[in-house]
C-alpha cells in the first residue's frame, strides 16, 4: 500500500479526537467541581492542564514521527490517551483528575501532530491547501459537537460518564488504527540529540512566512478556548442557562468554525493563503469590538453574547487552515517538525488565553472579548510582518 492510499477520512478521525477530551468536558464543568469540593477555578485547571500538555507534548511527536514513523507513535499515544480517560473515569478528587487529564493531553496531541503530518504525507503541494482545509472542517465538528455531547451525557449519566463514552470512542478509533492505517512515511530521518532537535526548530522559526503562519494560526487556531472554559459559568451564572443549554451554546459559537472552514475550501486555489488569513483574521477582530461594546453597552444577553462569538468563530474557521497551509508548505521535508512546533505554539497560546480570560469573575464578557481581541491584534501584527 502507497502513501497516497492512507484513507483520509481515517486521517481525518485520528486529528479530530485530539481536542475532544477537551471540549466534551466543557459542560461537565460546573458539575464535576460540585462533586470534587473544589471551586470554579479549580475545575476551570483541568482545561489549562489539558492545553499545556498537548503544548508540550507536540514538540515531542514530530521528530520521534519523522525517524520511526507516523504509525507506531500514533498507536503509542492512543495507548496513552486511552490510560488517561480510564484514569479519569474513578477519580476521587482533583489532584487524580488533573494527572489523568494531563495523561489525556499527552497522548490526545499525538492524534494533532501524526493526523496533520500524515494529510501533508499524502498531499502534493498544490492538494496540501485543499486537504488541510477539509481537515480543518472536519476537525471544526469536534469542539461543535463535543459539548453538546458532553451536556446531554453528563446531565443524563453524571460527568463521569463522560470518560466512559469517550474511551470507548479512543479504542475503536486505536483499533482502526492498527488494522488498516499504513505507514505514510517513507522517508525516515535520523533521530537528532536534543540540541539538533531545538536547532531545527529554530531554522522553521527564523523563516518569516513560517513564522507568521505559526503565531497567527496560534492565535486563531485555540483562543476560542478562553470562552469556553468560562463559559458554563458566564451562561449558567450570569444569564441563567442549563448546564445542557450550555452545551447547545457552545454548539453553536464553534459551529462558526465550521461555517468558515467551508468556505476556506471554496475559496483554497482562487485566493492566496496569506489574504485568505488575513481577512479571516480580521472577521476576528470586528466581532471581538462588537462583544466588547456590547458589553459594555450593558446589553448582554444570551443572543448578544453568541451572535459576535459565531462571527468570531468563522473568521477562526477562514484563518486557522490557511495558517497551517502556508507554515506546512514552507518546508514539506519537515512536515512533522512543522506540525509540532504549530501545535506547541497553538495550544500555549490557547492555555494563555484561557488563563487570562479566566483570571477574573465570570461576571461579564469583557474578559473574553478583550482576550479574543488581543490574540487578533497580534495575529495581524504577525501576518503584516510576514
Not at 275 to 300: E, K
Not at 324 to 341: E, K, Q, R
Request: hydrophobic share 60%.
Amino acid at each position: 500500500m502507497t502513501p497516497r492510499q492512507a484513507p483520509l477520512a481515517l486521517l481525518v478521525a485520528v486529528t479530530m479526537t485530539g481536542t475532544v477530551a477537551l471540549h466534551i468536558f466543557v459542560p461537565a464543568l460546573a458539575a464535576a467541581a460540585l462533586d470534587l469540593h473544589t471551586d470554579a477555578a479549580g475545575i476551570q485547571s483541568t482545561i489549562t492542564v489539558y492545553l499545556i500538555g498537548l503544548a508540550g507534548g507536540q514538540l515531542l511527536y514530530g521528530p520521534l514521527s519523522d525517524r520511526y514513523g507516523r504509525r507506531p507513535v500514533l498507536i503509542g499515544g492512543l495507548a496513552l490517551y486511552l490510560a488517561g480517560l480510564l484514569l479519569a473515569i474513578p477519580a476521587p478528587n482533583l489532584g487524580v483528575l488533573l494527572l489523568a487529564r494531563a495523561m489525556q493531553s499527552l497522548g490526545a496531541c499525538s492524534c494533532l501532530v501524526i493526523g496533520r503530518a500524515m494529510v501533508r504525507d499524502v498531499s502534493t503541494r498544490e492538494d496540501a491547501a485543499r486537504k488541510l482545509a477539509i481537515l480543518v472542517t472536519a476537525m471544526t465538528l469536534t469542539p461543535a459537537l463535543a459539548p453538546a455531547i458532553g451536556g446531554v451525557v453528563s446531565h443524563a449519566f453524571g460527568w463521569r460518564a463522560v470518560f466512559v463514552l469517550l474511551a470507548l470512542v479512543v479504542a475503536i478509533l486505536g483499533t482502526l488504527v492498527i488494522v488498516i492505517l499504513p505507514e505514510t512515511n517513507r522517508q525516515k530521518v535520523a533521530l537528532p540529540g536534543a540540541v539538533a532537535v531545538l536547532a531545527a526548530y529554530l531554522r522553521l522559526v527564523r523563516l518569516p512566512a513560517f513564522r507568521a503562519y505559526l503565531v497567527a494560526g496560534g492565535c486563531g487556531g485555540t483562543s476560542l478556548y478562553a470562552f469556553l472554559a468560562v463559559a458554563p459559568f458566564l451562561l449558567v451564572n450570569r444569564l441563567g442557562r442549563s448546564p445542557q443549554e450550555v452545551g447547545f451554546d457552545c454548539l453553536l459559537v464553534v459551529f462558526g468554525m465550521v461555517a468558515g472552514a467551508v468556505l476556506a475550501s471554496r475559496i483554497a486555489g482562487r485566493v492566496s493563503i496569506l489574504r485568505a488569513a488575513r481577512s479571516g483574521n480580521l472577521v476576528c477582530i470586528v466581532s471581538a469590538l462588537a462583544l466588547l461594546a456590547i458589553d459594555r453597552a450593558g446589553l448582554l444577553q444570551v443572543e448578544t453574547l453568541i451572535l459576535p462569538l459565531f462571527l468570531y468563530a468563522v473568521g477562526v474557521g477562514i484563518l486557522s487552515p490557511n495558517a497551517v497551509a502556508g507554515l506546512m508548505n514552507v518546508d514539506p521535508h519537515a512536515a512533522g517538525s512543522a506540525s509540532s512546533l504549530y501545535g506547541f505554539t497553538q495550544m500555549s497560546f490557547g492555555a494563555l488565553f484561557t488563563a487570562a480570560a479566566t483570571a477574573w469573575p465570570a461576571t461579564s464578557a469583557a474578559p473574553v472579548a478583550l482576550t479574543l481581541l488581543a490574540a487578533g491584534l497580534i495575529a495581524a501584527l504577525s501576518l503584516r510582518r510576514g
